[in-house]
């Protein structure tokens, strides 16, 4: 497995923009799709973004058009663009990856907090 670790995340006001990173130690272009998810106190784990190693993307209703996820192969790298933060994206954002859009390996996690 290739370990992944998550970075970008912190505190924001409402309205803000945060960029989270995913770096892999090895080729991302082995772990297949790649995504983001995010978790909740008393809420189960949400596919956020995901996109496939050719570049298909898939987002969740609740942050389209406001988040971007992308891959840069050559820098083993996995990113989302959060815009226009809302209090109700607040949670814990993990990278993932393997199947279409990850779900094999898991990163530790970011926390990301919007206040109002």
């Known amino acids: 497995q290739v370990p992944l670790v998550e970075s970008g995340g912190g505190l924001v006001q409402a309205g803000g923009s945060l960029r989270l990173s995913c770096a892999a130690s090895?080729?991302?272009?082995?772990?297949?799709?790649m995504g983001w998810y995010r978790q909740s106190p008393g809420k189960q784990r949400e596919l956020v973004a995901g996109i496939t190693v050719i570049g298909r993307t898939n987002y969740a209703d609740s942050v389209k058009g406001r988040f971007t996820i992308s891959r840069d192969n050559s820098k083993n790298t996995l990113y989302l663009q959060m815009n226009s933060l809302k209090p109700e994206d607040t949670a814990v954002y993990y990278c993932?990856?393997?199947?279409?859009?990850?779900?094999?390996?898991w990163g530790q996690g970011t926390q990301v907090t919007v206040s109002s």
């Open positions: 993932s990856a393997g199947r279409v859009w990850g779900g094999d390996i």
């Open positions: 090895g080729s991302i272009l082995s772990l297949n799709g």
